[in-house]
């Protein structure tokens, strides 16, 4: 057992668990490997937040079946084996797959690892106990360059009705703050560049009298690295997070704040807790504060009972907003939600919207991107090849560049010299 290999569907939080799961391993004596046929131990981390998401991985477990070694073992957790319905029919359908786990005792790997490979026991075990206590954290083998997630807290309580993250990652549980402050301190002494604090809705993050907003104050640092945050709730983030953003040294010039919809009737329906008009209003404080700040969202369309007009409402805000990324989706039924009892669009009316959307978005980035020619911006160097120099701008956009003196983790002002898309080309000042 010397070889392991961990493939991740979904989110940065799954990202990141992964990264956990890989510190296990690797505690263990074992090694990464990104092949599965030369590996000894498989994992799958699994996502369940849409359908697609769900079918791609039973094609992929029917696809790692045929490639791996006969006695490799193969691990599936992660969100989708969170629930109890999906686990069970899973061992059903891949009777090859020897632990199943869900999300919250993905620390018990090892010990099923143990003792699969001494006694031949396959165990599933979708357990859950949400008590602070047992949060129990692995040090992460981490993948991410010159980026290190760290978890703020864990699970949901905001049930929106589409949503089956609150199922599966259960209520919120917020991390001692001395903990995270130490490990991002020591984050940074060991030389990353980026912190990006997780949580499904960190906006409410609290620990005793503390909030968000207190912890980024704590997290300020005279060393130079960026900080970063997701996911945050327009219901949630207050406006005092725009004046942080204006006086920091260390938070990114970026913001995702996801508005799903442009529709107050759909908003209602979705149980977000707030009106297109307060989003506005949360924007505009924000671009205040902070006039360079890039934004992005994530939009959904053909949600139940979507008429036309709601989804012109979405179109409007996107053109109102003028979000310098989006990412978009087609509403997908997950069972056990609410949303998935409602009355339901046809595939064609979503497909059609979904296009509309992207065109109208595509058009949108371009523009910006077009507008950042001639400006200055700095670029934190993530990966090089060769001279080519490839980052992000504080505001979030990709940027390349050729040098031949910058390295891995330098941050660099970099003049945007031409935009093809999106994608921004600049030279080194
Ligand atoms: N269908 C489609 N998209 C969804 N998301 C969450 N649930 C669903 C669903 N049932 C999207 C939301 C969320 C992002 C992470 O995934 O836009 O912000
Ligand atoms: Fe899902 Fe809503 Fe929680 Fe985000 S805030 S994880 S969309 S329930």
């Known amino acids: 057992m010397d070889k392991y290999c961990i493939q991740t569907y979904g989110c940065q939080m799954n990202v990141h668990e992964s990264e956990k799961i890989a510190g296990v391993l690797q505690a263990r004596g074992m090694t990464a490997c990104a092949d599965v046929a030369d590996a000894d131990v498989i994992v799958l981390n699994t996502c369940c937040v849409r359908e697609t998401a769900e079918t791609k991985i039973y094609g992929h477990l029917g696809r790692i079946k045929s490639a791996k070694k006969r006695d490799a073992v193969l691990i599936v957790c992660g969100c989708m084996t969170q629930r109890s319905e999906v686990a069970q029919s899973l ?3 891949c009777p090859f797959v020897d632990i199943v786990l869900g999300t919250f005792n993905q620390s018990l790997i090892g010990d099923y690892l143990d003792r699969f490979i001494h006694t031949g026991v396959k165990t599933v075990d ?3 106990s949400e008590k602070d206590g047992e949060l129990r954290d692995t040090p992460p083998a981490r993948t991410s360059g010159i980026n290190a997630w760290v978890n703020i807290m864990y699970g949901c309580n905001n049930f929106c ?4 993250v609150p199922y599966v990652r259960g209520r919120e549980r917020c991390r001692p703050i001395d903990d995270i402050i130490s490990d991002v301190d020591g984050l940074i002494s060991s030389g ?11 906006n409410s993050y609290k620990w005793q009298d503390k909030k968000f907003v207190d912890l980024l104050k704590m997290l300020e640092s005279d060393k130079k690295y960026r900080l970063k945050f997701m996911t945050s709730h327009p219901k949630d983030i207050s406006i005092e997070l725009a004046d942080l953003f204006a006086r920091s040294n260390n938070l ?3 913001l995702h704040l996801p508005v799903q919809s442009g529709s107050d009737r759909i908003l209602r329906e979705m149980n977000r807790h707030y009106t297109r008009d307060e989003y506005f209003r949360k924007i505009d404080a924000f671009r205040a504060a902070v006039p360079d700040i890039g934004l992005s969202s994530d939009i959904m369309v053909g949600f139940p009972t979507e008429t036309e007009d709601d989804f012109m409402q979405t179109l409007d805000l996107v053109d109102r907003v003028k979000y310098n ?4 989706f087609i509403y997908s039924r997950r069972s056990g939600t609410p949303a998935d009892k409602m009355p339901q669009l046809d595939y064609k009316t979503k497909q059609e919207r979904i296009d509309r959307l992207i065109k109208r978005q595509f058009e949108i980035s371009k523009a910006i991107a077009g507008d950042s020619v001639g400006k200055t911006c700095e670029v934190l160097v993530a990966e090089k090849t060769g001279s080519k120099c490839y980052g992000k701008a504080q505001n979030d956009a990709a940027v390349t560049f050729d040098n031949e003196t910058a390295t891995v983790g330098d941050f660099v ?10 994608n921004l080309k600049g030279e080194a000042i």
Do not use: E
């Open 91 to 93: 061992v059903k359908r």
């Open 126 to 128: 979708i357990w859950r």
């Open 161 to 164: 009705t589409y949503c089956i």
């Open 192 to 202: 990353y560049k980026q912190i990006t604090l997780l949580g499904q809705n960190v």
């Open 252 to 254: 990114a010039h970026s």
């Open 325 to 328: 990324n989006l990412f978009m």
């Open 413 to 422: 002002q970099v003049k945007i010299t031409s935009a093809v898309n999106a």
